[in-house]
């Protein structure tokens, strides 16, 4: 399943052009995260969470809210297709810790991003048994040694459970 010459690069440089150069694939995640609860990409709540949760709540600038919502659309397909690049894991092409920091990235703002309420935007309880336990299983990558072995075997396992769980939750918050 390990994506070769995958979106990486092309969300690394969009996001960056924009002006999010700091842990721009906790954005990424987050969105994945945020489509998952039923959230439409563009929209008001969709807008908000990106400012309260990672802009301390000041207003996002034009320019990160059109990459933003042109990503979200993109990756609003790759969800419903379960694409195995929908969370533009870098390949192995590139240094491992650079990988295994995305991907602690990723796991971060998607668990955050599952966690918000879709009717304001506003962080949720979550109380369902089996969100609580994927939320606890992507909660341990997030917590990834940079410095530890990289299995590729594991990642796409990894990415294979991320991708499931997008999937999942975004078929239980369609209207």
């Known amino acids: 399943m390990t994506v070769k010459n995958g979106t990486y690069t092309k969300v690394l440089n969009d996001l960056n052009k924009a002006g999010i150069t700091t842990t721009p694939f906790v954005w990424t995640s987050l969105m994945i995260g945020i489509m998952s609860k039923g959230v439409e990409a563009g929209s008001r709540i969709f807008i908000n969470s990106f400012s309260s949760l990672l802009n301390d ?5 034009g320019e990160i809210i059109a990459v933003l919502t042109n990503l979200g659309m993109d990756l609003k397909e790759k969800i ?3 694409d195995e690049d929908l969370f533009s894991m870098p390949d192995s092409s590139f240094d491992k810790k650079l990988r295994l920091q995305t991907l602690a990235d990723l796991s971060y703002g998607f668990a955050l991003g599952l966690t918000v309420n ?20 992507i909660s341990e990558v997030a917590k990834v040694d940079i410095e530890a072995e990289l299995d590729e075997e594991d990642l796409d396992n990894v990415l294979g459970f991320m991708i499931d769980v997008a999937q999942k939750n975004y078929a239980l918050n369609q209207n």
């Open 57 to 61: 709540n000041q207003p996002l600038p």
């Open 80 to 82: 419903e297709k379960g």
């Open 118 to 137: 879709s009717e304001d935007g506003s962080l949720e309880k979550i109380k369902d048994k089996e969100m609580l336990a994927d939320l606890a299983t």
